[in-house]
């Protein structure tokens, strides 16, 4: 944990002063769910979020599939099916209980309005939310009828603590207004997403990490972050990230020829990306979507309308046409890595914080596996919930005078008091180039982790140490930062793991090894750490 700053949490130089019993940081579908979740129980609540609650994140750009699953009888072969995706690192309690919460929470959706589609029976079909920005209005209606406060284009830039280190608040910035804001609550709710690195995939350019680095700094622990390293299937020339219809595409070289090897199949997931990756190492590879019906053409238009745009924009056919495709990076967000979390309520080691959504591990779900977007949108929606209903529990119990208590902020990478600063763009573009190539990330060697690691700690020890005024310089070196932490955490984890499990492909070690059937954990700040789960003591487990 970083030491305590001596400034306290309201400066003269504040705007906006606000209390409440739970602060979520992060408007997307995770953080919705438990804003309204805690509102409903009666707390107060605020929510902030970097861009616009209903707008930013990947759901509201894209829509999503869901995890759910209309007929029991079809579980036990599911659950067998992700278990073995996931190199066997899910647990069989949590995955039926996020089913179970999902079935819940899509027949509220049903309640409120959102317009399902229709199955071939006339049934609604529930497992798809592919209007995106209808979902995410629908939340932030709910949100705001539930009572809760929310501040757009407001990103937190730190968590403040109490005395004893539990968390009691968080500060940052109004991008509009260029003022602060400082936000004392009894809980805080991490929904920030994962981290895609600024890769232009669709709808992550909010995504770069920022709770990770906020809740390791008061001494939270994060878990598979080696499971980090998804890519996705994208026009050269878009952002569109949306991977199911290439089931459908045959995939060819440069002069036309198939390319061999399991490049197409049944469902998205059998889609082997590596393949494409090792091709475009080389040379270009192209895709054409010529495998679809005209039936299954005319759905494929009707459910998912953004994927045809940028086809539309340069006027290619898709269907007919070949045209040059990429694999963009998504890291965690597409992955499965993130906070860890103690319990059944997603709080994290740290007294007061819970993590949802991409801000926390799906391992328990997903194992090493991806969640893609249905078990992720799942994820999402229960463990939001959860962590609202325990947040305000956890307030109630604390009472009326918590916010009374004193409260510091805490040292922070680039909120250091310091004379010195670094370029963010800079630094930004340093841990792409290590994160980005699929011959560091996707190709794993223990030589190139080890070298990209020794640079990005150099990274990190550079940045560290640093001052911004708190203005929007500020807002991206601390993206920065969270960049550069992110990466440090990601592919220390991948060389400790010296197998192939899961998305995380070791080519010195290409076989799964029964011996490393455990999850890692770690953390650390400027020394990163890595302990698998059984070696973290029980004191370290949940800081009392």
């Known amino acids: 944990m970083s030491t305590h700053h001596s400034e306290p949490a309201s400066t003269p130089s504040s705007h906006l002063d606000l209390e409440a019993d739970v602060l979520v940081i992060g408007g997307g579908p995770a953080g919705t769910w438990a804003a309204w979740s805690a509102a409903t129980q009666g707390a107060n609540v605020i929510l902030v979020d970097k861009g616009y609650c209903g707008t930013s994140g990947a759901t509201a750009a894209a829509g999503t599939t869901v995890w759910y699953i209309s007929k029991e009888a079809n579980r036990e072969a599911e659950l067998s099916r992700r278990e073995t995706l996931g190199g066997f690192l899910s647990e ?20 409120w309005g959102y317009p399902f589609s229709h199955d071939d029976n006339g049934d609604l079909y529930l497992p798809s939310l592919h209007q995106g920005a209808e979902y995410m209005r629908l939340m932030r209606k709910q949100v705001k009828k539930a009572g809760v406060k929310i501040l757009d284009h407001s990103p937190a830039l730190e968590l403040l603590v109490d005395i004893d280190g539990a968390v009691a608040g968080a500060k940052g910035i109004s991008r509009q207004t260029d003022e602060l804001w400082t936000v004392r609550a009894a809980a805080v709710i991490l ?9 232009k995939a669709l709808g992550c350019n909010v995504l770069t990490g920022d709770g990770y680095l906020m809740a390791a700094e008061v001494g939270a622990q994060l878990s598979g972050m080696e499971f980090s390293n998804a890519y996705a299937l994208t026009p050269a020339f878009a952002s569109v990230t949306k991977g199911a219809y290439y089931r459908y595409a045959t995939f060819t070289y440069e002069d036309g020829t198939v390319i061999e090897g399991d490049c197409t199949g049944a469902s ?10 090792r091709t475009l190492l080389t040379q270009t590879v192209y895709a054409c979507i010529d495998k679809a019906s005209e039936e299954e053409k005319s759905w494929m238009r009707t459910i998912q309308h953004n994927f045809f745009l940028p086809f539309e924009r340069v006027g290619i056919d898709p269907f007919t046409q070949r045209f040059p495709v990429t694999l963009r990076l998504e890291g965690t967000v597409r992955g499965t890595g993130g906070l860890r979390i103690v ?57 009326d005078r918590v916010n009374q208590r004193s409260v510091l902020r805490i040292d922070g990478a680039a909120l250091h008091p310091s004379s010195s600063t670094f ?42 140490n640093t001052s911004f005024v708190l203005n929007q310089q500020a807002i991206q070196a601390r993206e920065a930062a969270s960049m550069v932490a992110t990466a440090r955490w990601m592919y220390a984890t991948a060389l400790e793991r010296k197998e192939s499990r899961g998305m995380h492909k070791h080519e010195n070690y290409p076989q799964l090894d029964a011996k490393q059937h455990h999850r890692l954990i770690s953390g650390g700040l400027d020394h990163v750490w890595i302990k698998p789960e059984q070696d973290i003591s029980v004191k370290e487990l949940v800081k009392q």
Do not use: K
């Open 92 to 111: 069989r309690y949590w995955m039926n209980r996020v089913l179970d919460q999902t079935r819940i929470n899509l027949n509220r959706l049903v309640e």
């Open 268 to 277: 998205a997931a059998s889609v082997d990306r590596r393949v494409i990756a």
């Open 343 to 399: 319990d059944e309520t997603c709080a994290t080691s740290v007294p007061g914080l819970y993590a949802v959504g991409d801000a926390a591990t799906r391992e328990l779900i997903c194992g090493g596996g991806s969640g893609g977007g249905s078990p992720n949108a799942a994820w999402a929606s229960a463990s939001g919930y959860w962590a609202g209903e325990a947040a305000a529990s956890y307030a109630r119990q604390l009472g």
């Open 191 to 199: 929904a920030t997403g994962g981290c895609a690195f600024l890769s």
């Open 423 to 464: 370029d963010p763009i800079e630094v930004i573009r340093a841990v792409q180039a290590e994160v980005t190539p699929y011959d560091r990330n996707l190709f794993r060697t223990e030589q190139g982790l080890s070298e990209s690691l020794d640079r990005l700690h150099d990274l990190w020890h550079g940045i560290r």
